[in-house]
């Protein structure tokens, strides 16, 4: 499956099953509409509730970080790309179609990937593929038979690890406040180190 299948099935507005560097997600192409709510229909996911938005190469990265303060662009930097989603404003709305009903904020994952993903030059809307509250798929065959079933496109990379990103809230670094981490993710003593190197507290709720 190359690159370009897979952007044009996006962009055409199916939703796909794809690899992070964590399990696999469904993923949307954020500026197909049409995408995004077949993704929300096929996940059973209220549109009200968040989705993150996945971006697989740097130049997208840079482009969401850049209308950021310089504290929370460098918090965030610190942690992608790799396994986590970071809870950053979204000033200009770009990132609105995976905000649910909390338009204003993002939560922005960077995965290490390699090709198809990395070559395909969208933003994507993402959440896990697997029904709500179920088991994080580590492999395709862990993906629901009905999910599966609904998808435009497949990218197989083989067995992921299987433990979800962590999810940390950094919207509140530009005030001074510490960056608040909601899910652990694989490695959370990972995650504190790399924020404390750009002088970012992280807590962690009990």
Known sequence: MTAAEVRAALVAGGVGLVPTDTVYGLAAALDSPEGVAALYALKGRPRSQPCQVLLCDMGLVYEALAPLDAV??????????????CLVPDPSGRYAAASGDA??????????????MSELGIP??????????????????????????????????????????????????????????????????AVEAALGAVGVTLVRPR
């Not at 929370?72 to 989603?85: D, E, H, N, Y």
């Not at 338009?103 to 198809?116: D, L, Q, T, W």
Request: aromatic share 0%.
């Open 124 to 189: 994507l809307v993402a959440t896990s593929a697997n029904h709500p509250g179920g088991t994080d798929p580590s492999e395709l065959a862990d993906v629901p038979d009905d999910v599966r079933a609904g998808v435009a496109v497949e990218v197989d990379a083989g067995r992921l690890p299987g433990t979800a990103s962590a999810v940390v809230d950094l919207r509140g670094v530009a005030a001074g406040e510490a960056a608040v981490l909601i899910r652990p993710g694989p490695d959370p003593a």
């Open 72 to 85: 929370t662009a460098a918090a965030a930097r610190a942690l992608l790309p790799g396994p986590a989603t």
């Open 103 to 116: 338009p204003g904020a993002v939560g922005v994952r960077a995965p290490v990937v390699g090709a198809p």
